[in-house]
């Protein structure tokens, strides 16, 4: 099994920062995928960023260029810097670890709220 605990979120004026974390432990492959996934209310949940184990990031398009995602290996934490924040971000934000074996195996965070103000 795989546990996923997520740090940070919180309330944030348009224009600020906010950095999410995500610890994971138990039994991780060494080769997996990390990313974030939001939802909205009244919207179905999207993935907004991911890195795989080697390094090689994935962004939605509405977070190009504001949102960074990290990754630290040794510690299986995943990271989500999101600058130059807009109502529209406004959402739950899931960490997500993706195993992989003879298919995909997904875990998830409890998920943390990240609301934006105008």
């Known amino acids: 099994q795989v546990q996923l605990v997520e740090s940070g979120g919180g309330l944030v004026q348009a224009g600020g920062s906010l950095r999410l974390s995500c610890a994971a432990s138990g039994r991780i492959p060494s080769i997996n995928i990390m990313g974030w996934y939001r939802q909205a209310p009244g919207k179905q949940r999207e993935l907004v960023t991911s890195i795989t184990s080697g390094g090689t990031t994935n962004y939605v398009d509405s977070v190009k260029g504001r949102f960074t995602i990290s990754r630290d290996n040794a510690k299986n934490t995943v990271s989500l810097q999101m600058n130059s924040l807009k109502p529209e971000d406004t959402a739950v934000y899931y960490c997500?670890?993706?195993?992989?074996?003879?298919?995909?195996?997904?875990?998830w965070g409890q998920g943390t709220q990240v609301t934006v103000s105008s």
């Open positions: 997500n670890v993706g195993i992989f074996s003879l298919k995909r195996i997904d875990y």
